[in-house]
């Protein structure tokens, strides 16, 4: 056939590549948008110009900004607003691969079981009165071992060679429901004033973000994600099939258990700051390979970045519902993931 | 070349391959036939390093398999396995570059996408580069994945029912290729083929697979015979031969056959 044909798909590919970079950039702003907007909701209400004056600042560009709202915003607003970008970014990107290791559109940390554990790592160390540290740390510290300790479970049928992936997720989900009852058991031999006590963990909050745990969130997710990009091809390559992976030259056993190690060690960081936060993780992989496909170029940037706006919006939402009232942010995200998530299957079906 | 050595290969009672032993040449086109189960894919999988036989050899040129180090001994093999489906949202470029997988960075290269035009181009699917994969019938995706495989610039190219869902003109455009270019680049070519007259017609080497054993090899035309097809399939075939010597077989449909008994008689 003709070179001109040949140069003219080559074209195509690259404007279509520009196309799902102009993807990225654009929800890049529309995430910055809300992040701004999740910074100025709150009980005393800010104006967008005056939280922008004072990023701008923050940036180091000369801005005038009053006091008090610089006060507002660098010491109690922009933790949690940029842990909600991190920690939604972390459980999308967590759902994605999940997803993608699994060849299943439906896997997540969350229905594997890692959040389950997580909680009831937490509610043990609130129940053990956290050994006699500081609350603050023993019990991030024990949600953190207990969800390393299920994905440890799950590393292990990984690494056999006759498990397959559908096993793999029924594993996940027996030990999501271990972990439930056993949290419940611990919710149900502790005191009325304990038992709230977990349960509120469990609602999954970002008020209790720090300058401190967002620091350590932010480098341990920065760390898991450039891992993750470097693979990107070969997590492409995965979902073609194990087999078919083999065949291309990718070790699979080993990428398996990289990534799943990666993935839980986000996971168990975001979790074991923040609690409970269903739903993301299953749903912003889906919108992501929706809007530019599975190569993982773009796909596992998107995922973060659909992620970090779905819980970012979440946050704004959870503060302006009742004026006045913070709901946990965790019920909030539930309850627009789930008839977000049945109008995706229904559309699905009308393809 | 590709050398076998007293393969002993068993899942259980079942015996897949029992003290095989052959050996594939370079630049010649080896086609396996034998019966469903019997064990022609896993015999590539020992192949590829992918299934660890039980016992025996296998070596490419004078170098051994080593199993706790895969990936140069794949690095040389373009395989193809049996299944085609493709449930992936990538386009039918992006399939076929993955096929140079090592070569793959984040921002790809115009001579790395070329090449895999190029390789559409040579079996004429060029207008196909930009589709969803989801949307190819099963001849396209199984015309994508030999294109896959041929980006690999394999040494050792290994086609697992390569042609299973092809219509006659995609079985020439894929076969001729094949041969042409294992003659030409001198690879050692292997595939599984279910089709009798495909394989007469192709094979420099057949060899025929049943029960663990290897109950001929060789020229079609030596190897084929009615004898051997009721050995190998239980099935009495009629072999006719070409003006190149090159048998074809056919089955003759039973209930016609009886009804010209029944009325004989
Ligand atoms: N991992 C496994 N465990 C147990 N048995 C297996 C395994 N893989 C294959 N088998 C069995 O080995 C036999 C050979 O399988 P194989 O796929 O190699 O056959 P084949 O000759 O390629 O057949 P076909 O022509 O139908 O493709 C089959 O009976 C199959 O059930
Ligand atoms: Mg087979």
Redo the contacts between chains.
């Keep these: ?1 003709s070179s001109s ?2 140069s003219e ?2 074209h ?2 690259r404007q ?2 520009s196309r799902r970079g102009l993807i990225l950039i654009g929800l890049s702003a529309i995430l910055l948008s809300s992040f701004v907007m999740d910074i100025a909701t709150g009980p005393s209400l800010l104006g967008i110009s005056d939280v922008v004056n004072v990023l701008l600042k923050l940036l180091g560009l000369p801005v005038e900004v009053s006091g008090t709202a610089e006060v507002i915003v660098t010491n109690l607003r922009l933790p949690i607003a940029l842990m909600a970008l991190i920690v939604g970014g972390v459980l999308g990107v967590g759902g994605a691969e999940m997803q993608t290791l699994l060849n299943n559109p439906m896997a997540s940390p969350y229905t594997l079981g890692m959040a389950a554990a997580a909680g009831f790592g937490a509610a043990l160390m609130l129940y053990v009165g956290s050994l006699g540290f500081n609350a603050e740390f023993a019990v991030p510290i024990g949600a953190f071992v207990c969800c390393m300790l299920s994905a440890g479970l799950l590393f292990g049928l990984a690494m056999m060679r006759h498990i397959t992936s559908g096993q793999l997720i029924l594993a996940g989900i027996a030990l999501l429901f271990l972990f439930q009852s056993l949290l419940s058991l611990v919710q149900f031999v502790s005191s009325p004033e304990l038992s709230q006590q977990i349960l509120f963990w469990l609602f999954g909050s970002l008020t209790k973000a720090t300058w401190l745990n967002v620091g350590i969130t932010a480098g341990v997710t920065l760390v898991c994600m450039l891992l993750l ?1 470097r693979d ?3 997590l ?2 995965l ?3 194990e ?2 992976a ?6 699979v056993a080993q990428l398996r258990l990289k990534t799943l190690i990666l993935v839980a060690v986000m996971t168990a960081t975001v979790t074991s700051f923040v609690g409970i936060i269903g739903f993301i993780g299953i749903v912003a992989p889906n919108i992501a ?1 929706m809007l530019v ?3 993982q ?1 773009y796909f596992l940037p998107l995922s973060f970045l659909v992620g970090a706006f779905l819980l970012s919006s979440a946050s704004v939402l959870s503060k302006s519902l009742v004026p006045g009232a913070l709901f946990p942010i965790g019920i909030v995200t539930a309850i627009i993931g789930v008839p977000f998530f049945f109008w995706m299957i229904i559309g699905k079906r009308a393809h | 070349m590709l050398k076998v050595r007293n393969l002993s290969l068993a899942f259980g009672d079942l015996v897949l391959a029992d003290q095989l032993s052959f050996t594939l040449e370079a630049g010649k086109t080896h086609v396996i036939i034998g019966p469903n189960g019997t064990g022609k894919s896993s015999l590539l999988k020992v192949l ?1 390093g ?1 299934i660890k036989p039980q016992s025996g050899e296998v070596l490419f040129d004078s170098e051994h398999l080593d199993y706790r180090n ?2 140069p001994w ?2 040389r ?1 373009g ?3 049996q ?1 085609i ?2 449930d ?4 039918v ?3 076929v570059l ?2 140079q ?2 070569a ?3 921002k ?1 290269a ?1 001579s790395l ?2 090449k895999a ?2 390789a559409l ?1 040579q079996i004429g699917l ?1 207008h196909l ?2 589709r ?1 994969v989801r949307t190819l019938s099963g001849g396209q995706c199984q015309m994508i ?1 030999f294109a ?2 041929l980006m ?1 610039n394999p040494k050792i190219l290994m086609l697992d029912e390569p042609v299973s869902a092809l219509d006659l003109h995609f079985q020439q455009v894929m076969l001729d290729h094949l041969d042409q270019q294992t003659h030409q680049q001198h690879w050692v070519s292997v595939m599984i083929l279910h089709d009798l007259n495909l394989a007469a017609q192709y094979a420099d080497n057949l060899l025929v697979l049943k029960g663990g054993k290897l109950l001929a090899e060789g020229a079609p035309a030596e190897v084929l015979s009615a004898d051997l097809v009721e050995e190998v399939y239980g099935v009495k075939a009629e072999l006719a031969y070409d003006q190149q010597g090159i048998p074809f077989v056919r089955t003759p449909r039973r209930r016609l056959m009886q009804q010209s008994v029944s009325l004989a008689s």
């Design positions: 056939m044909t040949l798909t080559l195509q590919q279509q590549e990009m990107a091809w070969k492409t390559a979902r073609l099939g087999e078919r083999k065949s291309l030259g990718v070790n390979r496909g599975e190569d170029r | 590829f992918d895969l990936n794949r690095q093999f395989y193809m396995p299944d489906r493709l992936i949202g990538l386009t470029l992006e399939v993955l096929g997988l090592n793959l960075s984040l790809l115009d996408i070329e035009l190029k181009d060029l580069a930009q969803d994945l896959q495989a690999r």
